[in-house]
């Protein structure tokens, strides 16, 4: 390619194909269409893998990195393994996903390339030579629009959040990486614990059922849960609920909880506060249940019943079973 | 005979009198080295401001209390057969003065009409009310058993003692009577019959006899009494005479203590000397008869905290003569930590003490304890204190701007205007918290409507710091307190109005020991005023049945129980119902003391018993007067009242219905 | 061991929809419409670093960058019993970036003594970039961490680091010194200070540097060096109109809710 010709780098990863990663993979075509530039994709796996063969009908260019280290989400690997790729081919930007690791190699990346860095982005774009990204700030109340002005610009986005990637007319070429990803690692994941995890990551939950500090307990969730599995929904909850201790911490959606962008985020008994809303912005529908009519969550919402949730949840679930 | 000489010879049937004499030198020893022993005990406390000033207005204050029994006749049974005891044996004790005035000092007063009238036929009668007021004490004591007393065998031996010290009384005098064929026997009416009586039975031999023992008995029965009772509750007709007499005569709002964080050694209480001398003064005046529990909202509803316990417990310590290294909190039940955070600051348990305890100064020093020196308190309240901190109100979480009730109101901010008659405060509870937004915009557009010009602070208003301080942060509460007297002398604030009944308490009672110098009028003062002034009219009375549940801080902490009354007779065509608990005896609403900030558990929430207490009248309304109260009795009645019709209004919002 | 914790001090998060207003510049929140506290994730960092003090000793240094109102946010740290305070003045008008910030930090951290760990919150609660700690490490040369909520010690030369993911947590074995983020749990909720240590803390020394003192010239952090420059800022509308569901009764409200949710049920 000519060295006018920019390059997008995504880099993603978690190999599996699943919205987040459709996001992401769209976020990266699209910007670099905006570009006129290439869009080449950064993954794990060898290049006979399942997954580089679907990624590659939204890529120009795959490269897969057959690594252990990689494989296994040894952080510093993938830091030095983008930043070697990245000094190579020197893109104008560099996209990530918003999963732990993603999140937390950004400032890195950008550093070690001497470009600039942003995170949590919901919207990426060209601005001539610069890249402009849009986000959401001070808790929510507020969106801002940064132009990252040191090239390469590396963004995390709001993955889940972002149309999927088409299928491109020509699919693109899957090449095997060559970088010593295991060199040089200074902090070694030693350990991974996963919650037993049932059903799908909020991230990817179409219907999702969540509670707040107007439940008063933990009990009142158990019949959340219960109206969840009758619309096979995810449950969540607001952090109030989740520092006081009446529902997982992974549950918890908001500002420095999950995002979510589901069709539907049913909200029951949550006020509302800007915070909470950053998690849930991205919702194609939100609906509240709540005994308060001034409450804010109602200026986000579709549709709405002012109403006490005791009154409610039980003949709800009884009537969603009789119509689904 | 002539009944200018009626008189009786002292020491009859006596000889040896002069043992009595001799006995009453040990007797008088161990009985003071008890008074000295308590005395020295609290002179291990800190001193105490302002408790011995003013000796005129305190010996009324002890005339009306002590003497009278004002306060201890609240409770009918056990204040008129207490009086009885009291008057009776004060009585018989003067009695034996006068005895000793005539027989040892030999100034002969007891004689004549004074003897027969006096002497004979009222110290008779006086001696008979005490012996029934033993009896009607023992019935309570033995037979009723109410739960808020104390069983224990020294208060059954005192009540036995007592009455057989009046028994013995009258025995000997009837016996007398008979043996020296007293010719003005019947002026003891009781002792005549009584006399009688053993004469049927008995020979004026026998009577001697008995007379001679009886009297040693007797005798030695009230010298042990008078030894043994400095080291029991008995000694509180001197300890509750003293502490009624050095009581607080400032409203209850104005009784917590200031402290001087720059040289204070320890802030707030853990140790007995770390309290004042009239603390531990109050410690020996209790006579355990647990009606501040009674009265305690957080006891009545199944909580564990007890004012009467904490009050006993301190003073076990006391009488142990635990030193300043013994740390008090959580030394037994009653004094755990969980128990003092339960308290709402009601002072229901102060207002409820006939010797004038102050049981809640106690629980707030050991909180500012817990608070400031161990930084160890509930985590709800935690919250409450750290908002007050980072944003100067306790409603961490609050979507609301101060100014949320203002919008559309024009109402001028108080550095825009020159001629504002009153600044009106808002507080934080009913700017922060929309459903108290209605009450204050009723307010404002009462004044509108009596041409009151007004100007408010909007977002300079910083919370007043009373919840600060009765949860314990004393420096907060200077801190905020501090910001806002001098915010107010920026902004030249003279007058205030305010519908919140903690600020105004905070304001009018505790501000000036800051420094401040305004003037602070609550509400339903103010709008009395504009209504008796004719600036205001009602224009149609409404048909609502109207009770009143009278706020703690309006009525207990200042006295101020009429004003909203006075509005609510105007208000209502329907005549008010009153409450059971009400005026001073109002039942708290479960909100103050940072309880607000709490979640109780719902099978004891204070709310609640006040809503049945309600929901018992007739009344459709029930009219409130400060926005604690306000959220909790809705929340309270919602959550109990059933079918039954019944809205929470707050003052200005009914006012505001009626006029134009 | 000896730990430095970088404190930010933030525009009050919970400032009321109502009162958040942007100020002249257009740029950034406009700083009296509500007050200044430390961010919550830093104070989470600083209960970090004390519960290591209170099990394995040291020495814990608090630092914050900013105009003089930061000082209230060190005291407070030293209220908690943090050791030794740093302020670096800066009274820049704009929000500098996260690049600019580490920049700074590190070359104050340079002339300070050697640390054994440097904790950052995870982000802030006003612009909730998140770039910060790990650009302050890389200027230091340093491994970097992010979303720990537990650190211990492993032997003298490592540390593990518990960092919370979306599925649970992981550990991770990094040597000394090491650069941290550290996000809420229920276990670092930061400690009320003692009213004692408050008036104490108040009366502590502390070290102020200004930008000329670190030798960094304004002009290399004016806003057109800014590697991220905010180029608009704007409060969103709230667009959408809800619908209230009505009904004579509340099982005829929940039926008509039941129908809307199950439309959409269906079509996913």
Known sequence: MSEDTSIIITAVVTAELNTATAGLLGAGQRLAKETGGEHI?????????????????????????????????????????ISVVSSQKKPSAILLGNDTLSQEITPRLAHRLGGASSGDAQAVSANGDTILVTRSVYGGKAEAEIELTASPAVVWVRAQSMEPAETQPT?????AGDVDASSDIRNKLIETHAEEAEGERLEDAQIIVSGGRGLGGPEPFEELVALAKVLKAQNAASRAACDLGWVPHSWQVGQTGRKVAPQLYLAVAISGASQHMMGIADSKAIAAINTDPDAPIFKHCQFGLVEDYQNVIGPLKTKLAELL | MNS???????????????????????????GAYGVWKRYKSWKQGLPAEGRLDNPGKRLKYLWNHALLQRRNLRQRYAGIFHAMIFWGFITLTIATTVVMIDHDFGIPIMRGAFYLYFQSLFVDVLGLLALVGVVLAGYRRWKSKPGRLLYTDEASWILIIGGVILGTGFLLEGWRIVVTNDPWGAWSPVGYATGALFAQFLSNETLAQLHLWCWWFHLVLVFGFLAWAPFTKMLHPLTSALNIYSANLEPIGASLKTIDFDTAESFGVNSLNQFTWKDLLDLDACTECGRCTDACPANTVGKELSPRDIILDLRGWLHKGTDGEFSLIGSSEALESDRLFECTSCAACVDACPVSIEQLPKIVDMRRFQVMEEADYPETMQAAVNSMEERQHPYSGSQFSRTDWMQELDIPHASETDDAEVLVWAGCGTSLVERNQKSIRSLAHLLKKAD????????????????ARRIGNEFLFESLAKEN???????????????????????????PQLGADFETVHHSEFLGELLKGGRLKITEASERKITFHDPCYLSRHNGITEEPRELLDGISNEPMTELPRNRKNSFCCGGGGGMSFVDEPSDKRVNHERAKEILATDADTVAVGCPFCTTMMEDGINATKGDKKIEVKELAELLNEVTD | MNILVCLKQILDPEVPV?????????????????????NIFCENALESALQLKDLHGGKITVISLGPESVEDSLRKGLAMKADEPFMIVNNNGLLPDSAAVAKVLATAI???????LILTGRESGDWGAGQTGGILAEELGLPFTAFIDEVSPEGDDRLILRQQTDSGWQKFSAPKPAVASITNSDHNLPRIPKTRDIIMANRKPLT???????????????????????RKLSIPESKSECEFIEGDTTEEKIQKLADKIAAIARAV
Request: net charge negative.
């Open chain 1, 41 to 81: 994709v950064l993954t794990s796996g060898g290049s006979d893998s399942e997954f580089a063969a679907k990624v590659k009908e939204h890529a120009d260019h795959v490269i897969t990195f057959d690594s252990e280290d990689l494989a296994n989400n040894q952080p510093e690997a993938w830091l030095n393994t």
């Open chain 2, 452 to 467: 009151v010009k007004f100007s408010v602070l909007g977002r300079d208003e910083k919370c007043t710091g009373d919840v």
């Open chain 2, 485 to 511: 007297i001098e915010n107010f002398k920026k902004h030249n604030v003279k007058k205030v109005i305010t519908a919140c009944p903690h600020c105004f308490n905070t304001f009018k009672n505790e501000y």
């Open chain 1, 171 to 175: 699919s693109g070429t899957i090449v």
């Open chain 3, 110 to 116: 340079r002339k300070m003594e050697p640390f054994d």
């Open chain 3, 18 to 38: 109502r009162d958040f207003a942007i100020d002249s510049s257009g740029l950034q929140a406009d700083p009296a419409c509500a007050n200044q506290v430390t």
């Open chain 2, 4 to 30: 200018a000489e009626a008189t009786r010879e002292v020491l009859w049937n006596i000889s040896y009198g002069w043992i009595m004499y001799v006995l009453l030198l040990p007797t008088a020893a161990i």
């Open chain 3, 208 to 230: 102020t540097w200004t930008l000329e003192d670190l030798e960094i010239s304004a002009e290399a952090l004016s806003s057109n060096q800014y590697k991220a420059r905010v």
